[in-house]
């Protein structure tokens, strides 16, 4: 473990000179300086005193500041806290281990706070309401901030909505304000409202607008302190009051550039043509402004395909890389389309080279496997041809709505059986904006994200008098399951994931199954080579189980739910199985080499042996 931490947290300190200078008195190079510890410039160390204090300081700060090792261990830490008063600890995660292996390591830590707590307080706080609302009233918040999908959401539940009317301050940015909802807002919330702007590319808030009185739109305001907003025509000339121009923003917040982009930092950062100052520079936001009479500036648009949703900036463009790299593809558009007022989602239409069927579930994955989950379109809609303008480009204001065409015609619809299966069945096309949803649909391939998550579970609750948690529904996922958790209770009281119980039962894995076991697979084995290269090749691989060695790929299920799998040793058909997914081996390893680079390096320095390698041939069954 101590080899693991050792680089990423080398590497931190590194970029991190205040933690660095309550050690660097321990060495001469600063002993009798006569300065204090702030005036300390590490840039004019000789390179093996900095290694020294970054190795000196790795080793006081592994063993005295942080939480590594095993639980056992790491109590006696939690105990001396303790007893300064400390009741609550938290932890950096993210300083440069990968992200598989800090969440494989998550259990960890969670056993770690359940060793350290009175029973009493671990039932509580295994049993506190941990919602938005809950924490507002607990804490007492006064200021809170969040994405206007995220206000959205909170409105829509009636406990955090009266719990926001608690709030002294609500700053609502990262993507557009749509005046509906401020509307709303401002009869549920009695503080200020302030609608923030800014680009990470400016360190993040620009610009602030309060909320007064009724405006047909939400401006984004006027600049913050050390600040300059400028629009400008084409040719970076200042844009009159009311004529659209791009906004460009200068001043303090304005970062040095994109790490190892120079090209793409030459062509955003200008230097700042309004001032004197030789270093003073501007930022190109590419957002399409104007001037209001009052001096404010009211946000039109992008001037380029870029969209935000739910507070990620997305280009349109790669997703249409992506899916123009697939075999069947031969041309994609892809928008963002508003289902209801604040609620974008990514639509992608594509036109199929020679005419094809595509099953449009299969294209979702392909770009899943590849980029971000907020970059994988909600819906995929298969086309003859595009609609075009009068000059012969793709018009994209006129690409169909998806609901009004049928369903993926390759897409096996089994009809929902019964009367929940069939009431929940309407609920989730209505808020997917999907024709025909069958028993083994899961909510999630067909489109559903954290927003329709949310809006399905009012809608249950409406429908069916009966509350489910989201943990209980992500947990389930597929129509039939969700049914069978609201058939399985009468009560009101908030349907939960099942507590661990003896009814397991071993069954033969299926293609519904495969999501689930590449899901585990991946979180429960992350340092095994086969892992390492990627989930185009574990999806071809157990596949290949499934079409080979069906009877001995086996699924540990209980109460409908995968808890674990198991299947047969790929021994003698390693060459076969290797040359059958070659193509997604090469795809996974292409999207990301890194950890067969360093599994690679780790193998060669330490001349493991063939027996060594072998344990990766057996896969026991989950726990």
Not at 411 to 435: F, M, Q, S, Y
């Amino acid at each position: 473990m101590k080899r693991t931490v050792r680089q990423p947290l080398i590497a931190y300190l590194r970029t991190s000179a205040d933690l660095l200078k309550k050690y660097s008195w321990a060495f001469p190079a600063f002993k009798n300086q006569g300065r204090s510890s702030n005036q300390i410039n590490f840039d004019d160390l000789p390179p093996d005193e900095l290694e020294a204090i970054l190795q000196f300081a790795f080793e006081r700060y592994f063993e005295t500041s942080g939480l590594f090792g095993t639980p056992e261990s790491c109590s006696d830490m939690v105990a001396k806290l303790k007893a300064h008063g400390v009741d609550e600890i938290a932890c950096l995660l993210d300083f440069g281990v990968a992200t598989e292996v800090v969440l494989a390591n998550l259990k960890f830590l969670n056993s770690l706070r359940a060793a350290t707590s009175r029973p009493s307080e671990y039932a509580e706080a295994a049993d506190a309401d941990y919602s938005i609302g809950a924490l507002i009233r607990r804490f007492r918040v006064t200021h809170f901030q969040c994405t206007p999908s995220m206000a959205r959401m909170l409105l829509a539940d009636n406990e955090t909505r009266s719990a926001l009317c608690r709030l002294q301050v609500l700053m609502i940015g990262g993507e557009a304000f749509p005046v509906s909802l401020a509307s709303e807002l401002k009869n549920v919330v009695t503080g200020r409202i302030i609608n923030m702007y800014g680009p990470t590319e400016t360190t993040i808030w620009s610009g602030t607008h309060e909320l007064v009185g009724e405006t047909p739109s939400i401006p984004i305001g006027y600049p913050i302190l050390n600040t300059q907003f400028y629009i400008v025509n084409r040719s970076l000339r200042p844009q009159p009051v009311g004529i659209p121009g791009e906004l460009l923003i200068g001043g303090a917040g304005v970062a040095r550039g994109y790490l190892n982009r120079k090209e793409l930092t030459a062509e955003r950062f200008l230097p700042n043509p309004f001032l004197a100052e030789s270093n003073a520079r501007v930022y190109r936001t590419g957002d399409l402004v104007c001037y209001l009479p009052d001096g404010s500036i009211k946000f039109l648009g992008r001037m380029d395909h870029q969209v935000k949703i739910r507070g990620h900036r997305i280009e349109l463009g790669e997703i249409e890389t992506i899916l123009n790299q697939h075999s069947l593809v031969r041309e994609s558009v892809v928008i963002a389309r508003e289902y209801a007022p604040g609620d974008l989602r990514l639509i992608a239409y594509i036109t199929a080279r020679d005419r094809q069927t595509v099953s449009t579930v299969q294209l979702r994955e392909y770009v899943r496997e590849r980029l971000p989950e907020h970059m994988t379109p909600a819906r995929v809609v298969q086309l003859d041809v595009f609609p075009q303008t009068p000059n012969k480009k793709i018009d994209r204001k006129a690409l169909p709505a998806p609901d009004e065409i049928g369903h993926d015609p390759k897409r096996n619809v089994e009809p929902p059986r019964g009367a929940v299966e069939t009431k929940l069945a309407a609920i989730w096309a209505e808020l997917l904006g999907i024709r025909n949803i069958g028993g083994h649909d899961d909510f999630f391939s067909l489109g559903g994200d954290s927003l329709s998550l949310v809006q399905v579970a009012l809608k249950i609750e409406e429908a069916f008098g009966k509350k489910i948690s989201i943990g209980a529904f992500v947990h389930a996922r597929t129509l039939e399951q969700v049914a069978k958790l609201l058939e399985n209770t009468t009560s009101k009281q908030p349907l939960r994931e099942s507590k661990p119980s003896d009814s397991v039962t071993v069954r033969r894995m299926r293609e519904a199954d495969l999501d689930t076991v590449i899901h585990m697979h991946m979180d429960h084995f992350p340092e095994w080579s086969i892992t390492m290269l990627g989930r185009p090749f574990l999806r071809k691989m157990y596949h290949w189980y499934l079409k080979t060695h069906g009877d001995l790929a086996l699924v540990a299920d209980k109460e409908g739910h995968v808890v674990g799998f198991t299947v047969a040793t790929v021994g003698p058909y390693k060459k076969s199985l290797f040359f059958y997914a070659l193509p997604e081996i090469v795809r996974g390893i292409a999207s990301n080499p890194g950890p067969v680079i360093q599994n690679s390096l780790a193998r060669f320095r330490a001349h493991q042996t063939k027996a060594a390698r072998s344990q990766h041939d057996g896969f026991p069954l989950l726990e």
